[in-house]
C-alpha cells in the first residue's frame, strides 16, 4: 500500500523568503508519481509540480521545485521567494501506475507567509 | 475552457436522509475521480471511473455510497440514510488519460453538513 508522510506543523515563512514543505512516501512500486497541489482557504486543489520517479531531473515550475531524493523516499517541495498568496495548505499526492490511477494524499502542511 | 464544475455548493442535511452530489469533469476527460476530505484532513480516495469500464469502487467507506456515470460523462455520487460521520467536503476530479502527467483537476467541492 502507498502511504504519504507529511509531519510538519504550521509553517511560517517571511515574504520574500524561501520555504521547504516535507514529504516521504513509502511505495512498493518502482514506477510511480508525486504531486503538490495547493488548497487555498477557499477551497479548491490548484496543481504545482510533478515528478515521476524516473525522472532523471528534478521538477521545477516557476518559483516551486521538487527535491526529489529517490533513495530516501523524500520529495520536498520548495517554494522560493514566498509572497503572500502563498499562504495555504500543500498536500502531497502519490499516484500509482497500475489501472487506477488514484491520488494517495498527505495529511497537508499548512503555511502562512508574513509580511 | 470550462473547468470541473460540482453542484450544490453547499448541502445541509438531517441525518438519515438520502443526498445526491453532481460532477460535470472536463469535456473530453475520460477518467473522473470522488474524494472526500474531512475537516483538517488530506483527501480520502473514494471511487474512479475510466471511460467504459467498471468503476474502481475499493474506496467507498459503506455500502450506503454509491456512485454512477452516466453516459461517460457527469457523475452521481449518492450517500444514504446520511450520518454525522459524512459531514465533509466532497471533491470530484477529473482527468485525461494519455496526458503527460495525467494530472486531476478538482473541482470546487460540496460542503455536506449532516445535522
Known amino acids: 500500500a502507498q502511504k504519504i508522510t507529511q509531519t510538519q506543523p504550521g509553517m511560517f515563512v517571511q515574504e520574500k523568503e524561501a520555504v521547504t514543505l516535507d514529504c516521504t512516501y513509502d511505495t512498493s512500486d518502482p514506477s510511480y508519481g508525486l504531486f503538490w497541489y495547493k488548497q487555498p482557504s477557499s477551497g479548491e486543489m490548484i496543481f504545482l509540480i510533478y515528478q515521476g520517479s524516473y525522472d532523471q531531473q528534478n521538477a521545477t515550475e516557476g518559483r516551486y521545485s521538487l527535491n526529489f531524493q529517490k533513495a530516501r523516499k523524500s520529495a520536498n517541495l520548495v517554494i522560493s521567494a514566498s509572497q503572500l498568496g502563498d499562504s495555504a495548505m500543500y498536500f502531497c499526492a502519490m499516484r500509482d501506475t497500475g489501472a487506477n490511477s488514484k491520488l494517495t494524499f498527505g495529511k497537508g502542511i499548512t503555511l502562512s507567509v508574513r509580511p | 475552457g470550462a473547468g470541473v464544475s460540482q453542484s450544490p455548493s453547499n448541502k445541509v442535511t438531517e441525518k438519515g436522509k438520502d443526498v445526491e452530489l453532481r460532477c460535470d469533469p472536463i469535456s473530453g476527460h475520460t477518467a473522473l475521480y470522488w474524494y472526500r476530505q474531512s475537516l483538517g484532513q488530506g483527501l480520502e480516495f473514494l471511487i474512479y471511473f475510466q471511460g467504459n469500464s467498471a468503476p474502481d469502487k475499493s474506496g467507498l467507506p459503506s455500502d450506503r455510497f454509491s456512485a454512477e456515470r452516466t453516459g461517460g460523462s457527469v457523475s452521481t455520487l449518492t450517500i444514504q440514510r446520511t450520518q454525522q460521520e459524512d459531514s465533509a467536503v466532497y471533491l470530484c476530479?477529473?482527468?485525461?488519460?494519455?496526458?503527460?502527467?495525467?494530472?486531476?483537476?478538482f473541482g470546487p467541492g460540496t460542503r455536506l453538513t449532516v445535522l
Open positions: 476530479a477529473s482527468s485525461s488519460q494519455g496526458a503527460s502527467y495525467n494530472e486531476q483537476f
